[in-house]
C-alpha cells in the first residue's frame, strides 16, 4: 500500500510547477521590457552610456524638446532628422539621405510601438497580476 501514488497531490504537483513557469514567463516579459527599454544612464538610439552630466547639461540652441534619452551624437542625428523632415537640412551632410531618413522613421515608430504596448490593457493585466502575486511587506 506504500506504493500508491495519490492523483490529487500528483495532480496538485504539477499545477503548482505549471503556475511557477508561467509566473516565471510573466516576469521575464516584464524585465525584458524593462530592462530594454528604460535604463535611463543609456543611449535609447545606440545603447552607449549616458553620464549624469549629459542628463543635466542643456542641448544645443537648436535641440529640441524631446522624450528620448539620446548621447549628444544621436541627439544631434535626431535633431538633423526633425530638420529633413521639415524640409530643412543641411545639404553638406550627404549621407542623411533617404534610407537614413528611413532609419530614423522606423526606429520612433518602434519606440512608439514599444510605448503604445506598454500602455496596453493586457500589458496592464500583466503587471497587475504580477503585484498581486508579490508577498506583502
Given at each position: 500500500m506504500t506504493?500508491?501514488?495519490s492523483l490529487d497531490s500528483k495532480l496538485k504537483l504539477s499545477r503548482d510547477k505549471k503556475a511557477k513557469?508561467?509566473?516565471?514567463?510573466k516576469l521575464l516579459a516584464v524585465q525584458k521590457v524593462f530592462q530594454c527599454t528604460q535604463c535611463s544612464f543609456k543611449c535609447e538610439k545606440c545603447g552607449s552610456q549616458i553620464s549624469l552630466a549629459h542628463h543635466i547639461k542643456e542641448n544645443d540652441s537648436r535641440s529640441i524638446k524631446v522624450s528620448y534619452r539620446f548621447c549628444e551624437s544621436c541627439m544631434e542625428e535626431f535633431n538633423d532628422y526633425i530638420e529633413k523632415i521639415k524640409g530643412k537640412g543641411d545639404s553638406d551632410s550627404y549621407w542623411h539621405n533617404d534610407a537614413w531618413t528611413d532609419v530614423?522613421?522606423?526606429?520612433?515608430?518602434?519606440?512608439?510601438a514599444i510605448d503604445r504596448y506598454l500602455k496596453s490593457k493586457e500589458f496592464t493585466q500583466l503587471l497587475q497580476e504580477l503585484r498581486q502575486n508579490e508577498p506583502n511587506k
Open positions: 506504493n500508491i501514488i513557469l508561467i509566473k516565471k514567463r530614423w522613421k522606423t526606429w520612433v515608430d518602434y519606440q512608439n
